[in-house]
């Protein structure tokens, strides 16, 4: 037998012993890799796969390979190469600049001065540069929205003429989690894959000003410029940080008039754009603006949608539609906050053997949201529709059976089902006060609008997206 057809044996005991979802979820996307006797290997996408499967499902898959190997049958586990991995085996390996270097204040080839940067390897003929970059942070896994359009696309754009587009620099700008660093690394890791023999040089401001500082320590403060100076792309990562420090602002500047006169690619990341710096010399926050500033912003609800979706995907995990919405509806503020709650919901229900579900959800969204998000309850939703279409209150809450208040209540009602924890029974008695059995008819109505009237949709979204930006 191969290892295809034990699996999909197996695969089939499990399914008819465990319900669909968990099936889906958790066995579907293993992958069958060699059978060895009585000795089962398996492709599992992440470690935490692999952990999940042996807290929960360990009996379930001892019975299916018991059924299908007999006893003394065996599962090996392997783990899908994950891009960490690769990460730690590639480093160093960038290939090196392909024209020899020349140092512009004494015109001798560069290589054959001895460059005391860590950056630096030192090679026999040509000085390599490890870039740096963090090769997870690629343009295939940022997800585009509304909040980003502008520096991706600005991004790409540089990627494919670096050094020959008008935005030189491209100043990348917004608040903490909003992907800068992932922006900044997905346009080098574009350059390296296009361009190979470009030095590309991705670093952050604090290492950048250690750097400097220790140059000056040791003498070596030349090398230490001219090494920046023979880049071709300079990624510098929160240029925030030369706020206040004069003698890095003096270096920099001096490092950026170089490579931009030559044509060199300069990107940079801040938290402010260059008008809001402070402690920033006008002659350096002036060559800021030369090229583009593109603002990062919150992503909205869809864009976070398809963020988490896109996150679960590269995990190898699935969660229920209601749970992705509801971590969407409510975790806003930033990507890295959005990161954090789904490691954490997946956390908890690979250790604590606990089912992903909206309860599951609320308790880890409640610990991570500290901001000061509205609790949403009937009322509120009630006031927000009865606004929306200039009905009064009362209205909403009268026995009329006027199309448009109809509708209105039909709306709090589906609205009130997806945002608020309160029964059917509560949500009709808060809307309209009426059964149940309205509050189920409403929401298919609704939801068959939704289906069939484009304009009726687009309504209804306007509606959500105004109580999420609450
Ligand atoms: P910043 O540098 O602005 O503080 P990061 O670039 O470190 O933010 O982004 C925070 C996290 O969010 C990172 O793990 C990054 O991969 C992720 N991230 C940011 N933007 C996106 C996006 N558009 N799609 C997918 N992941 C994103
Ligand atoms: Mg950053």
Redesign the pocket.
Known sequence: MSAEKVWSECLDFIRSNTSEEIFKTWFKPIKPIKLNGKELTIEVPSQLYYEWLETHYLDLLHSALLKTLGKNAKLLYTVRMSNKTRHRNSKLTYPSAGKPKVDIYNNKPLQNREIKNPFVIPGVEKVKIDSQLNP??TFE?????S??RLAKNAGLSVASRPGNTPYNPLFIY???????????NAIGIEIKRRFPDKNVLYVSMEKFTQQYTSSVANHTRDDFIHFYQMVDVLIV?DVQFLAGKIGVQKVFFQIFNHLHLNKKQLIF?SDKSPADMQDVEMRLLSRFKWGLSAM?KQ?DFE?RKK?IL??LYSDGVQFPEEVIEYIAANVTT???E??GVLTSIIAQAAFNHREVNLELAEEVVSNFVRSQKPVYTCDLIKKMVADYFNLELNQLQSKSRKREIVQARQISMYLAKKFTKASLEEIGKKIGNRDHATVIYSMKVVNDLMDTNKKFKRMVKELESRLIDI
Request: net charge neutral; glycine share 16%; hydrophobic share 30%.
């Open positions: 997870n942070y896994n940022l997800v585009e929205g909040n980003n917004g608040g903490v989690g909003l992907g800068k660093t992932h922006i900044a990562d990341t990062l992503p864009t963020i896109s996150k930033n990507i890295r959005l990161e």
